[in-house]
């Protein structure tokens, strides 16, 4: 899919809504049970930039950004100030914090990924826009600084060598979020002092 590697403005991105969405069904049964069922094995986000304008320039800079993407057609990074690294928020990453596969001393490429659990349940997210210099990987909680490369566009780790059968390979990163603008029109309304402001400006992000 067409993609720009550029990110969203920060200073903007910073006082935007949103979060995660999930797709279920739900039948309710004549009994008044319920029957529910995932259509979307992955949850999908949305965010809303339109908050994180606060002056004039901010909304400049927004249809600047919309003009260069041509509205819906090409992708771009966003950071998702609300969850953006592998720790937690008030952490700092460490080569420790996610496990993204087993050594078999075949494969040489892993996926970077992020889990979330909560109860005895967990889900996996892939990874695919790392930030370039924030990668760190371990082997059974041993950093290692070389020997490995990690694609920025797409956050497959490659390994110079394969790690051996039962090696732990884990990994702390920060990343960004690829996303599209979930519409083609910029609905700009000026005030009396012609600031300016935006009543709604939908992110949505893509699969890939």
């Given at each position: 899919?067409?993609?720009?590697?550029?990110?969203?403005?920060?200073?903007?991105?910073?006082?935007?809504?949103?979060?995660?969405?999930?797709?279920?069904?739900?039948?309710?049964?004549?009994?008044?049970?319920?029957?529910?069922?995932?259509?979307?094995?992955?949850?999908?986000?949305?965010?809303?930039?339109?908050?994180?304008?606060?002056?004039?320039?901010?909304?400049?800079?927004?249809?600047?950004?919309?003009?260069?993407?041509?509205?819906?057609?090409?992708g771009f990074r966003f950071k998702d100030w609300a969850d953006h690294r592998s720790c937690l928020p008030s952490q700092m990453s460490s080569p420790m914090d996610q496990l993204i596969g087993t050594g078999d001393g075949v494969a040489t490429g892993f996926q970077l990924v992020k889990r979330y659990a909560s109860g005895g349940q967990s889900w996996a997210r892939a990874i695919t826009k790392p930030i370039a210099g924030t990668v760190q990987i371990a082997l059974n909680g041993v950093p290692q600084p070389v020997g490995w490369s990690v694609d920025p566009k797409t956050g497959v780790v490659n390994f110079e060598t394969a790690p051996s059968t039962d090696i732990a390979i884990t990994a702390g990163f920060e990343f960004d979020v690829p996303v599209r603008f979930d519409s083609d029109v910029l609905d700009v309304t000026l005030d009396i002092e012609r600031l300016g402001s935006i009543t709604s400006i939908p992110l949505l992000e893509i699969r890939r």
């Open positions: 899919m067409a993609f720009h590697e550029v990110r969203f403005p920060d200073n903007i991105s910073r006082g935007a809504r949103g979060g995660p969405e999930r797709r279920t069904q739900i039948v309710e049964l004549a009994s008044g049970d319920e029957e529910r069922n995932a259509s979307w094995a992955n949850s999908r986000r949305r965010f809303d930039v339109s908050y994180g304008i606060r002056r004039a320039d901010d909304l400049a800079a927004v249809v600047a950004f919309f003009e260069a993407r041509n509205g819906r057609l090409y």
